[in-house]
């Protein structure tokens, strides 16, 4: 070889080459657009890092920056990710050579057959070792690559997480407001058959009334009552979940906001079924840990060529005492596996049925998005129309009671009108509530669905 192509030649093969496949998405198809049962889609954006300021609550956006700082489970991711951030670090030192220092002292005495007397003499070495392992066939690209894809990958299971956990403070939040709204109709409602009760016992004291009304009534206000203490229990459970989701000791912690009023129902647009590639972080993730399993099987192939390690050392004796004299080495070791029984290959193989096994995970995991997001969108619009149609009964229940009362109270009606109407008031006024409650949270299924509140993993949630 000529001389000014050997060095050309020299590089190319100490830069070495990489064996990693070429990464690529698992092909899916995806749906053009999401199903005709779908809203009209408002001018609201999706990616929102701070998707629940739209509720327009200021106690529930404290409450999300408590649960951001203060939840353990999220805590744990973070610790995760730093574990994989450290790890990468290691993994990248491989492309750096290693140096080595060592020292010693030696002491010793030596006597001569001409004198009694011995001497006393002390040598000093120190020394140094550099080695270094050529990446020849990219296997410390492969790992440094697989190792940055599971840092990333962890980023995002942290992202997934901190989504998911904005999602149960908001639904937590959301059921104990709802509970609030049922317990204050229960107790107007119970207000309302006590003063129908009063009004009977006053009918039958005065003979004009059976004393069978007056039971039929006293049972609805015991009924009504029977009801109280587990909505009391309902509005506890939702305060002490999302007190640990907090981080916080569920004893004593209560939210203020008096009910749903207090919430504004936010408009979310969907997007295109293809944005949830980029946009929810549990198929980044997904897509991350695959890049990192074709990125092994890079490794896995770099196995089967040898691995070319030069080292280089150096001495130095006698420094302090004298005589000083140096040493020094330059070799290189070019080292190849002949026979392993099929080690190799086996590690290859399961190198490969491992990205298989992600590509599937992968393809689930975006048809699992699809459906959540199908199924949310649904649910939004037929919430919608039953809250609607719900409203619509409670105004007219309430009208029929009032008109079956007044009758009753002149002698034009009978009781049982009343206390129809009375029952059909109770029922529409809790299912309404209970709508309501389901709107807000459809709307949070839907924001979770659709990915709002991703970021980019090199952020803190």
């Not at 897509?287 to 060529?305: H, K, M, P, Y």
Request: hydrophobic letters at 45%; one cysteine or more; proline letters at 5%.
């Amino acid at each position: 070889m000529r001389p000014a192509v050997f060095p050309a030649a020299l590089a190319l093969f100490l830069g070495g080459c990489s064996l990693v496949p070429d990464s690529e998405r698992p092909a899916l198809a995806m749906p053009a657009a999401f199903g005709d049962a779908a809203p009209a889609p408002a001018a609201t954006p999706l990616a929102d890092a701070t998707w629940w300021r739209r509720f327009g609550s200021p106690e529930l956006s404290a409450l999300m920056s408590d649960a951001m700082t203060g939840n353990q489970d999220l805590e744990a991711a973070f610790r995760r990710v730093a574990q994989a951030r450290a790890s990468l670090a290691g993994t990248r030192a491989g492309w750096f050579p290693t140096l080595s220092a060592s020292s010693n002292a030696n002491r010793s005495l030596h006597n001569t057959a001409r004198t009694a007397a011995a001497t006393e003499k002390t040598t000093y070495d120190v020394g140094g070792d550099l080695s270094w392992e050529v990446d020849l066939f990219g296997k410390t690209r492969a790992s440094v690559l697989s190792a940055e894809a599971t840092a990333q990958s962890q980023a995002l299971a942290r992202d997934a997480l901190a989504l998911s956990i904005q999602g149960e403070v908001a639904t937590a939040y959301v059921t104990a407001l709802a509970a609030k709204d049922r317990l204050a109709i229960a107790r107007e409602n119970l207000a309302t058959a006590r003063e129908i009760l009063a009004l009977i016992e006053t009918q039958v004291s005065i003979g004009s009334q059976a004393p069978l009304e007056q039971a039929q009534q006293r049972s609805t206000v015991a009924g009504i009552e029977a009801s109280l203490p587990q909505l009391e229990a309902d509005l506890a459970a939702a305060q002490t979940s999302l007190a640990v989701l907090l981080g916080r000791a569920p004893q004593g912690f209560r939210i203020q906001a008096p009910g749903l009023n207090a919430l504004a129902l936010p408009a979310i647009a969907p997007g295109q079924p293809s944005d949830l590639l980029e946009r929810r972080p549990d198929i980044r993730e997904a897509e991350a840990t695959l890049i990192a399993a074709n990125a092994d099987i890079g490794a896995a192939r770099s196995a089967f060529f040898p691995t070319l390690t030069l080292s280089a050392s150096a001495s130095l004796s006698g420094a302090l005492s004298g005589g000083t004299t140096t040493a020094g080495s330059l070799a290189g070791n070019l080292l190849g596996t002949i026979f392993d029984a099929g080690k190799r290959e086996a590690d290859l193989e399961v190198a490969r049925q491992r990205w298989a096994e992600l590509a599937a995970t992968y393809r689930t995991t975006v048809l699992t998005a699809l459906k959540e997001a199908e199924d949310a969108l649904v649910t939004e619009d037929t919430g919608a129309r039953r809250e609607v149609a719900l409203a619509e009964a409670v105004v007219q229940s309430t009208e029929a009671l009032r008109i079956a009362r007044t009758q009753y109270q002149v002698g034009d009606g009978d009781f049982l009108a009343v206390l129809t109407a009375q029952q059909t008031v109770l029922s529409s006024r809790d299912s309404l509530a209970q709508a309501r409650g389901d709107r807000f949270q459809s709307a949070i299924d839907l924001v979770k669905a659709l990915g709002s509140g991703w970021r980019e993993p090199t952020a803190s949630p």
